[in-house]
């Protein structure tokens, strides 16, 4: 049964004024799916995991346009990078809205390839695995989060209860799509396969990766330390290769929609923030099948319960702008006094202040970091600790609790 994509509306909007539209994002967070129905007739399916289209796309691209002008659907247009050419000149000939929709699991080198030939052409959204609201049906009628008064208010209204033991089970299992859809699939087979199949694939194709045995301990170590400050030297020591090449294969993992870099907040102004990110893993489910957690039970009692919940929680948050067809305008702040706040919003000049913590009834010392941005010379808006709590009640001046359901 195919679950409505919150990116539906955003997409067709764009795609009646772009010639070519990009839908990037992890294998089997549902791109195709996502294409193929919303299409509707008339519009040719082409996948290039086929190694008969990928090597006509390859060897004679003219012809490949020539047998396929458009409308189309071309699935995995990272295997064959020189077609972008020949589809520029192809809009430019006729730049009807919405000929061509691609899609790519890769962004190692695709994005390079995409802004040399098709910058102004293209629309390019995100998608990543199911949020939380599309597998409920409950993400219609909102807008990206922010923790304002009338966006917590719309949200709130129709929040469903998580408790405990089910918010792991989603942080647990993970957000793609055949996971979700199919309780008996068996998560372990899947992610095993799934690392197999394909991101070893997608990396020893396109990023030429040697030693695969290294590459998945390197995988496993940057799995341990989603929500943690990033450090090179420490993930290329676990992984034993040179610091170089494990810097190389972060980029690998960024560009291919595994992890997420959550950047620091600096201005001119201060000089005193760290300028190292954060990294996340983008999908809770792979992550935890790494770091071998083998039940929700186990993971809720262990000891990276609460780097998991902030991982689910910023990613969840990231969908609802990224599935909105916007960029996320997403940093985190820490100074060399240790002071820590979790997220920040940055929009229109304004800071929306974030924690995440595993408390149902947090305290005011959860944002006693939340004064430390007034250095900043910013506007400082309404902010929140997302938690454990049952509703949303006053904390601190301009601050609230907020249901991990209402995100």
């Not at 691609?102 to 994005?111: A, K, P, R, V």
């Amino acid at each position: 049964m195919y679950i409505r994509r919150t990116l539906d509306q955003h997409f067709r909007a764009a795609a009646d004024h772009f010639p070519v539209m990009l839908v990037t994002g992890a294998r089997q967070v549902g791109k195709t799916t996502f294409l193929r129905e919303i299409a509707g007739e008339g519009r040719t399916y082409l996948s290039l995991d086929d190694p008969r289209l990928v090597e006509l796309a390859r060897s004679d691209p003219p012809q490949f346009m020539q047998r396929y002008p458009g409308p189309v659907i071309i699935d995995e247009i990272q295997y064959a990078p020189g077609l972008l050419p020949y589809i520029k000149m192809a809009v430019d000939g006729e730049g009807r809205p919405g000929r061509f929709w691609l899609t790519g699991s890769q962004q190692f080198h695709l994005m390079r390839d995409v802004a040399e030939s098709l910058a102004g052409r293209v629309g390019i959204m995100h998608l990543l695995g199911l949020s939380r609201r599309e597998q409920d049906g409950s993400a219609d009628g909102h807008g990206p989060f922010l923790p304002t008064p009338d966006v917590l208010g719309q949200r709130l209204a129709d929040a469903a209860a998580l408790p405990l033991p089910e918010l792991y089970r989603r942080i647990w299992r993970g957000a793609y799509p055949a996971l979700t859809r199919d309780p008996g699939l068996d998560r372990d087979l899947y992610f095993s396969s799934y690392v197999q199949t394909f991101l070893q694939r997608d990396i020893r194709d396109l990023a030429r990766v040697g030693d695969e045995t290294a590459f998945l301990r390197f995988v496993r170590a940057c799995a341990a330390r989603t929500a943690q400050l990033l450090n090179a030297a420490d993930l290329a020591r676990d992984a034993d290769v040179a610091p170089n090449t494990a810097k190389h294969w972060l980029s690998v993992l960024e560009a291919s929609g595994i992890v997420y870099l959550l950047q620091p907040y600096h201005t001119n102004i201060t000089k005193r923030l760290v300028k190292t990110p954060k990294l996340y893993f983008l999908d809770t489910g792979l992550c935890c099948w790494l770091t071998g957690w083998t039940s929700p039970e186990a993971l809720e009692a262990g000891a990276v319960s609460g780097a998991m919940l902030e991982t689910w929680i910023l990613v969840e948050i990231l969908k609802s702008w990224w599935h909105r067809g916007k960029s996320a305008p997403f940093f985190f702040y820490r100074d060399r006094d240790q002071k820590e706040i979790d997220l920040l919003i940055v929009q229109d000049e304004v800071i929306y202040p974030l924690e995440f913590k595993k408390s149902a009834s947090p305290g005011r010392d959860s944002v006693r970091h939340f004064g430390a941005l007034a250095r900043l010379d910013r506007s400082i808006g309404p902010g929140g600790v997302i938690c454990l709590a049952e509703s949303s009640l006053p904390l601190a001046d301009g601050v609230v609790t907020i249901p991990v359901g209402a995100v």
